[in-house]
């Protein structure tokens, strides 16, 4: 999973009628907020009031608790962004990330499946969200002790983000294939896991190429935790980083 201006565009733009709403709305109503993102007693603070009241802040600190592995408060902006606009795959992508995180696993999958029909729906399908959500189903599944599901779900994942680099050779999504290929080298073994590992590193040296320079992403994303010591991936960085 990695934060880009495609994401921020599709989710503002899915949140921009959910914004008036929560501005023209008392968010507690004189009863306990849902999701716990304030309580009655404080939601008068300015810190709750610009904690509740602005998805573009939540969408931005969403992603920096990617980078912080912090991962209940992820959870608690992502809830935020769907008190706002509960049809937005990437809010749902999000929760469904933040479970995870905390090895909630059943309920990060039943997350990920909702951010996948959403994402499917309309005219112009969002891919980037599906692959995500696949690899993340996969990562569940393996975390679970499914093997089978997890290999079905991770093979999904890689077909998709292997057309989709065709398409785009964005620095996304050589970004997205290395995260397909990091999650499977996790659930394989031997001569497959040591391949598949290359594979991703490959792929996120072409992303480096194309312009990616997130490395506290990179280095906090769940979806590469298979690559965290070897050393092909630390030499990935900058030395500065």
């Not at 023209?24 to 008068?44: I, L, M, N, Y």
């Not at 999958?109 to 692959?131: H, Q």
């Not at 393996?142 to 089978?148: L, M, R, V």
């Not at 906090?220 to 965290?228: E, F, I, N, Q, R």
Request: proline share 2%; with cysteine; aromatic share 10%.
């Amino acid at each position: 999973m990695r934060r880009s201006r495609l994401y921020l565009a599709l989710s503002i733009l899915s949140l921009v009628f959910g914004v008036a709403l929560g501005q023209a709305q008392d968010h507690c109503a004189g009863r306990e907020c849902p999701f716990s993102v304030c309580d009655t007693d404080d939601c008068q603070s300015p810190d709750t009031i610009r904690f509740g009241s602005d998805p573009e802040f939540h969408l931005d600190e969403a992603f920096r608790s990617v980078q912080t592995r912090d991962y209940s408060t992820m959870q608690r902006h992502a809830a935020a962004l769907l008190k706002y606009d509960n049809t937005d795959p990437i809010s749902h992508e999000l929760l469904a990330y933040s479970l995870r995180g905390q090895e909630q696993y059943a309920e990060s999958i039943e997350a990920y499946e909702k951010a996948i029909d959403l994402g499917l729906e309309g005219r112009y399908p969002n891919i980037m969200v599906v692959c995500d959500s696949y690899i993340g189903i996969a990562a569940n599944y393996d975390a679970s002790g499914e093997h089978k599901k997890a290999i079905e779900n991770i093979e999904y994942a890689l077909r998709i983000a292997e057309e989709r680099r065709k398409l785009e050779q964005s620095d996304d999504a050589y970004y997205q294939l290395a995260c397909s290929y990091a999650v499977r080298s996790g659930m394989e073994s031997g001569k497959q896991s040591a391949k598949d590992r290359g594979s991703a590193i490959a792929n996120l040296k072409f992303a480096i190429v194309k312009g990616f320079n997130n490395w506290d992403h990179m280095r906090g994303d769940l979806d590469l935790k298979a690559l965290h010591g070897h050393a092909a991936f630390n030499e990935l960085f900058p030395k500065d980083q």
